[in-house]
């Protein structure tokens, strides 16, 4: 039997980490059940159990990871929640999509948010996989919606400085060509982003 952790043990740690990322988690959380704000928390402690029965090294490291692997297991939840309803789109990309829409707003201080917010929900909800690739919507998320900075988003998507400022740049020229586009034009197949 193992004696119980002192004042300095790794639940400790573990309990600092948790403590620190939270607020973040439970951010991404409201924006993937905008319609379910009741559910978050249960969703947020699912994914600490997750993290402290898969991961028993989880003291050990550094917050960033703990976060990516929290956002993981409740992107999972979500979407296995999802289908229980039988709502169509049930993948990881589309929990990401949901949190974007939520706060899309026209009125807000942020570019991105801004532009999102004056496209139809609806048509945005159609066309947003064409427009942004998974990564630029990730790097989005993660910058605009739960505001990181750019380094710390950055470490936290495991890429470097550079990749994350030139997809995010990216994707704002696409949303901006997107916004004044006629609604009726005939959506372009091509993946290639606009320089």
């Known amino acids: 039997m193992n004696p119980p952790p002192t004042a300095a043990g790794p639940d400790d740690g573990l309990a600092a980490i948790l403590t620190a990322v939270l607020p973040q988690v439970r951010r991404y959380a409201r924006g993937a059940l905008s319609s379910e704000p009741d559910l978050v928390e249960e969703f947020v402690q699912d994914a ?34 999802w289908s229980k309803q039988n709502r169509r789109l049930t993948s990881t990309v589309a929990v990401d999509d949901e949190v974007l829409l939520t706060h899309a707003d026209p009125d807000s201080g942020n570019e991105f948010l801004a ?81």
């Open 48 to 81: 600490i159990v997750d993290l402290i029965e898969h991961h028993p090294d989880a003291a050990g490291m550094e917050p960033d990871k703990v976060v990516v692997m929290l956002q993981r297991s409740i992107k999972y939840d979500v979407m296995n929640h």
């Open 115 to 195: 532009v999102l917010g004056r496209v139809d929900h609806e048509r945005l909800l159609a066309e947003l996989p064409r427009l942004l690739s998974e990564k630029q919507r990730r790097v989005i998320v993660a910058v605009d919606v739960l505001g990181l900075s750019q380094p710390h988003a950055a470490r936290q998507l495991g890429m470097s400085l550079s990749s994350l400022e030139k997809l995010r740049a990216r994707a704002l020229t696409r949303l901006r060509e997107h916004l004044v586009a006629p609604a009726d034009r005939t959506p372009s197949t091509s993946w290639e982003i606009p320089r």
